[in-house]
């Protein structure tokens, strides 16, 4: 694949046939990697799965039946029982919203449920307590304060008939003309009462456009009462247009061996903007365990007297009631666990197929922060941008154009992607022209560094532009797993400073440009699940091939590790690369400073290989609160966390201002974050050189926001 010698026109283009000979290039780059992707074009079972067979209908048949007699049956006059849950509200923020959500506020609760024949029920709130993590004002529907008694009955109402009104269930008689269904697997699940083995049946509306569900029922293979539900809905069952989706997840038990009760139970309500595609979003997610029953006693009418959900009205911090902490409860401030849920949508896209279930409006204006609206650099000066999210009909199928304009430098940005869903594949195909900062690594939020640039003269970035166009597809594996392939053309251009600061001035931009690249890539990435307990673990791992004026092969990957350590935590970073000796300069890699190693030059060093890994370990102290109104404070804990990190890099680029590091380059340091862990002071030394470095940020949690 050497070309030592390529094919030139006398105004310095590339000549048809090496351009030809590219494209046969790429073309043997894609058998590459679509081989070694393995089963990514295989569809998923619900491709072929076969709806409406006489035994998937006979088995739907016999539950809504079982239904209908649990409701008439007299052996039941009542029951009590109680229940503990935990009710989040949750920002979730960043490119993609791929990052675990934040915690902002929880509230535990204690409920009293009442039930009685024939479909009377009651819920008491007993204990209530919250606790703010980040400054909010939010108040929930009161049902989001309770359990579901009895699966929905036929008609399915949330919010109190604010978010969703009268969804048809499928185990009703309704249900049996409006949806489709189709035999799952057969297994075994263990509830509170031991094994039970159930058959799972896909549910799917025959007309998506009416106010339906889309999930899976799991029936007891013997007596075809419902033992799970799991399910989201179709767009047409969200009355509030802010709403993104709702999730749920309804478990049952089985008591004294006839009948089957509420056990455990999820719901996840996840908001947006309702007229922006921006890349932030609300979630209120409860969990809840039910147990303790009394079985077949009589409630005296005065309990059930009154609104359906009675007891407390607002939180009593100071209830004595409770046996440990709220933060040690919920594990304080942790990103919330979200593996459960992100494998139902994952399940439920996996049943909708190509039918789009978002509740938000199709066509909206988008921006993928704040800084896509509006940055300065010392290469565009001041940078506007607009952008656009337009759905095709009821289908997964978006366009997504941007277009952005330098006003110093006069250049126009922007672009075209159109995305398509089936199941969980997502493709792909795009065109883009756009300036960016070439590392991988993010080392300050964009709002910052705007401020920075435009006051001091002080830009973090080193500038590359960049058109490309290519195709894309992507499976996820699971809840958090996903593998995705990319095939296309990049030409790169390296660009000059353009723009003056108000006070100081700018350092020259590198030149980073290499001219035209056919480019193959293969992705692998493991999103984090948050952490409440335990540990987790994210990160990707990519490999790279090009052929251009030089061929590569690129090859990086990144980690990060989060685990609990009594009532600290530690948190550690990995990421690593290497290229080989025709990778391109804006394919590269950097380390330094801000972001990476705090304490050495701001990327001093550079080249083909990089390693980089930080171990921090992270302290809740005690600290006075500062109010901030009526409903924030700066909190009643920061974060110390002293840290080590370590980076190296080799086979520097002549003519670039960075260098090797001659060896490994080991920092050590102090962080602190306050205000709710919003800011984000690091203080390092670099053990080798001496030096000392001081930075102040918002939270990287929060950059992609900004």
Do not use: C
């Not at 000979?21 to 990514?40: D, M």
Request: hydrophobic content about 45%; proline content about 5%; charged content about 20%.
């Amino acid at each position: 694949m050497g070309h030592a010698n390529r094919e030139a026109n006398a105004t310095g283009e590339e000549a048809p046939n090496v351009i030809r000979r590219r494209w046969v290039t790429i073309g043997a780059i894609s058998r590459l990697l679509l081989a070694a992707h393995g089963g990514l074009l295989v569809p998923g079972a619900a491709a072929a799965q076969q709806w409406n067979t006489p035994e998937a209908l006979g088995l739907v048949r016999r539950g809504v039946e079982r239904r209908r007699e649990a409701a008439a049956d007299s052996a039941l006059r009542g029951y009590r029982t109680s229940a503990h849950g935990v009710v989040f509200f949750l920002a979730q923020i960043g490119a993609g919203l791929t990052a675990p959500p934040r915690l902002v506020k929880a509230d535990e609760l204690k409920v009293e449920v009442y039930w009685q024949a024939p479909d009377v029920s009651k819920q008491v709130i007993r204990a209530w307590r919250d606790g703010s993590f980040l400054p909010t004002d939010i108040n929930y529907h009161r049902d989001h304060l309770a359990i579901v008694t009895n699966n929905f009955g036929d008609l399915i109402r949330i919010g109190e008939g604010d978010e969703v009104k009268d969804a048809v269930h499928p185990l009703s008689t309704a249900g049996l003309e409006q949806y489709d269904f189709a035999l799952g697997d057969s297994l075994a699940i263990r509830g509170a009462q031991g094994e039970v083995r159930v058959r799972e049946v896909l549910v799917r509306p025959r007309d998506f456009r009416g106010p339906l569900v889309v999930g899976r029922l799991y029936l007891d293979a013997a007596t075809a009462q419902l033992v799970r539900f799991r399910f989201s809905f179709t767009p047409a069952a969200y009355l509030d247009r802010q709403l993104e989706d709702i999730s749920v997840v309804l478990e049952n038990s089985l008591q004294e061996g006839r009948f089957w009760l509420p056990y455990r139970q999820e719901i996840e309500i996840r908001r947006r903007v309702s007229w922006l595609d921006f890349p932030a979003r609300g979630i209120i997610r409860g969990q809840w365990d039910i147990g303790d029953y009394e079985l077949g006693v009589a409630i005296p009418p005065a309990v059930l007297a009154g609104p359906d959900i009675g007891g407390l009205e607002h939180p009593r911090p100071a209830d004595s009631s409770w046996t440990e902490p709220l933060g040690t409860a919920i594990g304080e401030a942790a990103p919330v666990d979200r593996r459960d849920m992100d494998a139902l949508r994952g399940e439920i896209e996996h049943v909708a197929g190509a039918h789009a279930l978002s509740g938000l409006a199709a066509t909206r204006l988008a921006a993928g922060s704040v800084s896509d609206l509006v940055h300065v650099n010392r290469v565009q000066g001041l940078a506007l941008g607009v952008g656009g999210t337009i759905g095709l009909g009821a289908s997964r199928v978006l366009l997504r154009p941007r277009v952005g304009l330098g006003t110093s430098d006069g250049r126009v940005t922007g672009g075209l992607a159109i995305e398509a869903g089936l199941g969980a594949m997502e493709l792909r195909a795009f065109g883009r022209r756009e300036i960016r900062d070439f590392s991988d690594v993010p080392v300050i939020s964009p709002a910052l560094n705007t401020l920075l640039a435009q006051e001091g003269g002080h830009d973090h970035g080193d500038y590359v532009l960049l058109d490309a166009a290519g195709v894309g597809l992507r499976r996820r594996l699971g809840g958090r797993t996903a593998v995705g392939v990319e095939l296309g053309v990049a030409r790169s251009g390296s660009v000059a400073v353009a723009a003056s600061p108000a006070r100081g001035a700018y350092r020259p931009n590198p030149p980073l440009g290499a001219g035209t690249y056919g480019v193959g890539r293969l992705a692998v990435e493991r999103r984090s699940g948050g952490m409440t307990r335990g540990g987790d673990l994210a990160g990707s791992l990519a490999l790279e091939i090009g052929d251009g004026p030089t061929d590569y092969v690129r090859a990086a990957g990144d980690a990060t590790w989060l685990a609990g350590l009594g009532p600290t935590a530690l948190r550690a970073r990995f990421g690593a690369g290497i290229g080989s000796g025709g990778l391109p300069a804006y394919r590269s890699f950097v380390l330094g400073g801000r972001g990476t190693l705090v304490g050495e030059p701001y990327r001093a060093y550079g080249g083909r290989r990089f390693a980089l890994a930080q171990l921090e370990w992270r302290v809740d102290v005690p600290v006075p609160a500062i109010p901030l109104g009526s409903f924030a404070s700066t909190g009643h804990t920061m974060v110390l966390a002293p840290f080590v990190a370590a980076g190296w890099t080799d086979r520097a680029y002549t003519g670039l201002p960075w260098v090797r590091t001659e060896g490994i380059r080991p920092v050590a340091g102090l962080a602190a974050e306050w205000f709710m862990r919003l800011i984000r002071v690091e203080a390092g030394f670099g053990l080798r050189g001496g030096g000392f470095g001081l930075t102040i940020d918002i939270s990287p949690d929060w950059w992609g926001l900004l």
